[in-house]
């Protein structure tokens, strides 16, 4: 019997290997805590992780297109009202150029609320000549270099559940309250657009589209429905095993279980292996779900794969998200675009050009070049046109921020500026301006492609 076909439990994860979880030294302690976390509402409902799933359905048909987006590790420090503004609103202003580029609707999906805990390549680390166990998020532990702050925490899943439900109760606040309102593009248009070399371009867009909403309103005699609110989905990496299973729910009127911790959870490419465990948990749960792809995934490993994860080819349930690196993509994504057409398997494909391109700057910090973003998500364009198939969204990692984490872009950051605002405890995400240019290029694709 495979392994889609075995019995399922939330738990059955728990005799298989699993990689990347935090060796805790008191786990009475983190019993106790999972316990009280299984005990708390749920973060989001079931009907909302349906309605996504048919959403992405239709973005693997064409109809529509998808943007994750938000911060490679959220921090609990940066759970305040100002920092998931900004995020929202570049997100939504990303969204509208895409909008206006693609002519069709746009899936919000931010990689918030939730995104608290990190996969890294080694256990340990050395912090000035101490060895110390690695950083792993503020699920796990904490950054500071010191043993107590390093050691995991199981408390600090509880206090995760807390910051990931003040996020989400904020920005349903604020979408619900008309922060999104087309009529008021004042609300989320971020400071920083009079100094940006996208300005002119971003500002004439938006002027187009109030435009547009106003003469259709004037001919109705009536306001546009739905043009105050939009609809908005989140997603983090399941990494966290235990954290994941205690939010798990069989809930009434509908069969099966749900991960009702977020709406869209993804494996990371370190666990995707078939027989580990966070397949096993993956494949039990009725959310659509997302696995990172790339050069450690050969066709027959990817063909296993869905086959665990999505056995009955079921729109809207797999998202196959590609990283590969701006010099790699060529030689390694047509091999999989061509693996899951023979299968006729029914997918959606997101490019993520972010984690294939992070490197070391001879100054040692963490960083990525616009340029090799830039270059990668072009080629991803092009390679599925080539191909016979279709690339249904974009998965960046992003800030509201004003930081200088990525070099390049229309201000043209190098090495050297990297010190003026480097916050990221973890990976180099793009700044407020580099991610509008960037959405800027996507629209300009896929206009190219609605011609």
């Given at each position: 019997?495979?392994?889609?076909?075995?019995?399922?439990?939330?738990?059955?994860?728990?005799?298989?290997?699993?990689?990347q979880?935090?060796?805790?030294?008191?786990?009475?302690?983190?019993?106790?805590?999972?316990?009280?976390?299984?005990?708390?509402?749920?973060?989001?409902?079931?009907?909302?992780?349906?309605?996504?799933?048919?959403?992405?359905?239709?973005?693997?048909?064409?109809?529509c297109?998808?943007?994750q987006?938000?911060?490679?590790?959220?921090?609990?420090?940066?759970?305040?009202?100002?920092?998931?503004?900004?995020?929202?609103?570049?997100?939504?202003?990303?969204?509208?150029?895409?909008?206006?580029?693609?002519?069709?609707?746009?899936?919000?999906?931010?990689?918030?609320?939730?995104?608290?805990?990190?996969?890294?390549?080694?256990?340990?680390?050395?912090?000035?000549?101490?060895?110390?166990?690695?950083?792993?998020?503020?699920?796990?532990?904490?950054?500071?270099?010191?043993?107590?702050?390093?050691?995991?925490?199981?408390?600090?899943?509880?206090?995760?559940?807390?910051?990931?439900?003040?996020?989400?109760?904020?920005?349903?606040?604020?979408?619900?309250g008309?922060?999104?309102?087309?009529?008021?593009?004042?609300?989320?248009?971020?400071?920083?657009?009079?100094?940006?070399?996208?300005?002119?371009?971003?500002?004439?867009?938006?002027?187009?589209?109030?435009?547009?909403?106003?003469?259709?309103?004037?001919?109705?005699?009536?306001?546009?429905?739905?043009?105050?609110?939009?609809?908005?989905?989140?997603?983090h990496?399941?990494?966290?095993?235990?954290?994941?299973?205690?939010?798990?729910?069989?809930?009434?009127?509908?069969?099966?279980?749900y991960?009702?911790?977020?709406?869209?959870?993804?494996?990371?490419?370190?666990?995707?292996?078939?027989?580990?465990?966070?397949?096993?948990?993956?494949?039990g749960?009725?959310?659509?779900?997302?696995?990172?792809?790339?050069?450690?995934?050969?066709?027959?490993?990817?063909?296993?794969?869905?086959?665990?994860?999505?056995?009955?080819?079921?729109?809207?349930?797999?998202t196959?998200?590609?990283?590969?690196?701006?010099?790699?993509?060529?030689a390694?994504?047509?091999?999989?675009?061509?693996?899951?057409?023979?299968?006729?398997?029914?997918?959606?494909?997101?490019?993520d050009?972010?984690?294939?391109n992070?490197?070391?700057?001879?100054?040692?910090?963490?960083?990525?070049?616009?340029?090799?973003?830039?270059?990668?998500?072009?080629?991803?364009?092009?390679?599925?046109?080539?191909?016979?198939?279709?690339?249904?969204?974009?998965?960046?990692?992003?800030?509201?921020?004003?930081?200088?984490?990525?070099?390049?872009?229309a201000?043209?950051?190098?090495?050297?500026?990297?010190?003026?605002?480097?916050?990221?405890?973890?990976?180099?995400?793009?700044?407020?301006?580099?991610?509008?240019?960037?959405?800027?290029?996507?629209?300009?694709?896929?206009?190219?492609?609605?011609?």
């Amino acid at each position: 019997m495979v392994a889609s076909r075995r019995q399922w439990a939330p738990d059955s994860w728990s005799g298989l290997s699993a990689l990347q979880q935090p060796d805790y030294p008191d786990r009475p302690v983190l019993q106790h805590a999972l316990s009280e976390l299984s005990k708390l509402p749920p973060l989001v409902t079931s009907w909302e992780v349906v309605a996504l799933k048919e959403q992405l359905a239709r973005a693997a048909a064409g109809q529509c297109f998808v943007l994750q987006g938000g911060d490679c590790a959220e921090r609990f420090a940066d759970c305040s009202s100002q920092r998931i503004a900004n995020q929202l609103k570049i997100l939504i202003q990303m969204s509208l150029v895409l909008v206006q580029g693609a002519r069709k609707p746009v899936v919000r999906i931010g990689r918030f609320a939730g995104q608290y805990a990190k996969p890294r390549s080694a256990d340990y680390e050395d912090v000035q000549g101490v060895r110390l166990p690695s950083y792993r998020g503020d699920l796990i532990n904490r950054p500071e270099p010191t043993l107590e702050a390093r050691t995991p925490d199981p408390n600090l899943l509880l206090r995760g559940y807390e910051r990931a439900a003040l996020t989400l109760n904020f920005i349903r606040a604020l979408v619900k309250g008309g922060f999104a309102d087309l009529h008021h593009p004042e609300y989320w248009d971020l400071d920083w657009t009079q100094h940006s070399p996208q300005a002119e371009v971003y500002h004439n867009l938006l002027r187009s589209i109030t435009d547009s909403l106003r003469f259709m309103e004037n001919i109705l005699g009536s306001p546009a429905g739905g043009s105050d609110r939009i609809d908005f989905y989140t997603s983090h990496e399941a990494l966290h095993l235990g954290y994941e299973q205690a939010q798990t729910r069989q809930v009434p009127h509908r069969t099966g279980w749900y991960n009702l911790s977020t709406h869209f959870p993804w494996i990371g490419i370190r666990t995707i292996a078939p027989d580990g465990a966070h397949v096993e948990y993956m494949r039990g749960i009725d959310n659509p779900i997302g696995m990172k792809v790339g050069q450690a995934t050969p066709p027959d490993m990817l063909l296993k794969l869905m086959d665990i994860l999505d056995p009955d080819n079921e729109p809207g349930r797999l998202t196959l998200i590609h990283r590969f690196g701006a010099e790699k993509i060529a030689a390694g994504l047509p091999p999989l675009l061509e693996a899951v057409r023979a299968a006729g398997r029914r997918v959606l494909w997101i490019c993520d050009p972010m984690h294939g391109n992070t490197k070391s700057t001879s100054n040692g910090y963490k960083t990525r070049d616009f340029g090799e973003i830039e270059s990668e998500l072009s080629q991803a364009f092009e390679i599925h046109e080539r191909n016979g198939s279709h690339l249904g969204g974009v998965h960046i990692e992003l800030t509201g921020e004003n930081v200088t984490e990525c070099t390049g872009g229309a201000r043209g950051l190098n090495e050297d500026d990297l010190h003026r605002a480097y916050e990221t405890e973890v990976d180099p995400r793009l700044n407020y301006e580099q991610s509008l240019e960037l959405a800027l290029l996507v629209a300009g694709k896929l206009r190219a492609e609605s011609r």
